[in-house]
DNA sequence: ACAAGTATGAACCTTTTGGTAAGTACCTCT
DNA sequence: AGAGGTACTTACCAAAAGGTTCATACTTGT
């Protein structure tokens, strides 16, 4: 369980907080996460994850490598051919956030529409009330 | 399942993609699995949640309660009574964290590992290789 | 010849995130 | 009276995260 209140390491809160740190990143969940079916090109890698830019993208993909988290495979071909697989690491951090992907299935809706409630007080003029204290 | 070859909502890569957009935030995860315990007050989730400033503390919380993760509920007394309990969603979700939990205590000593690594490579000149290209 | 695809690098800039420090209103303890 | 605790708020600032654009070196398709 690993409950805030026991430290196990001198770092982290608990054992999600030491895990937190390795995922860190907008993208880094999503790339892991879709690496379970197998080792992908950087395109597919690319397309799967939609929205990231290459920038992005090659940057979380060094940085899971240098983790240890995924291995960079370059067939050394022109034009460039290179893929990416999970290590055995990895891949148990994929499995741990398939209940995360599937509670977004779950509750899509709900989190479709909390999103829209985000936006539409993004847009308007934030009218706070007074503090009670 | 849900990869990301399928895409089941306009904004969503996959259903990760969706619970992404629900817990982004240095310290989101850490506050709704610490309260899966039951309910808390601020003063208990500032010291379990390490590190965390109040700004950001109350910053998150506000988010997460706007977010129907979180209830808020104030005694009304003075000095302030304040705690924060899981809506059913929140607690719902913080299930689906456990495995992270888990995967960061089972895996507490490669994390270590990896991250005095990253320390190492951000103190060093960053002597890199001329790209293949 | 020209456009597009392949996997990246690098420079530049904006947005977001997060931290610090100070303040509030009232209470209890000494 | 002064310090310390409670649950916050606000202003200001630094750092990180992320986006855009341009470039590489070569191949394939039109």
Known sequence: ????????????????????????????????????QGPNRYGALKRAVRGVSDKMLIQQLKELEADGIITRHDYQEVPPR???????????????????????????????HLLEERARWQATPPAHATAGG
Not at 9 to 22: I, K, M, N
Not at 100 to 109: D, F, I, K, V, Y
């Open 82 to 112: 290179v893929d990416y697989t999970l290590t055995p690491l990895g891949r148990s951090l994929a499995i741990a956030l398939a209940p995360l992907c599937e509670w977004g299935s779950a509750n899509m809706a709900a989190v479709t």
């Open 1 to 36: 369980m690993t409950n805030a209140t026991d430290l196990p390491a001198p770092g982290f809160s608990c054992g999600l907080d030491a895990t937190l740190r390795v995922i860190a990143g907008k993208w880094k969940p999503l790339i892991i996460y879709f690496l379970v």
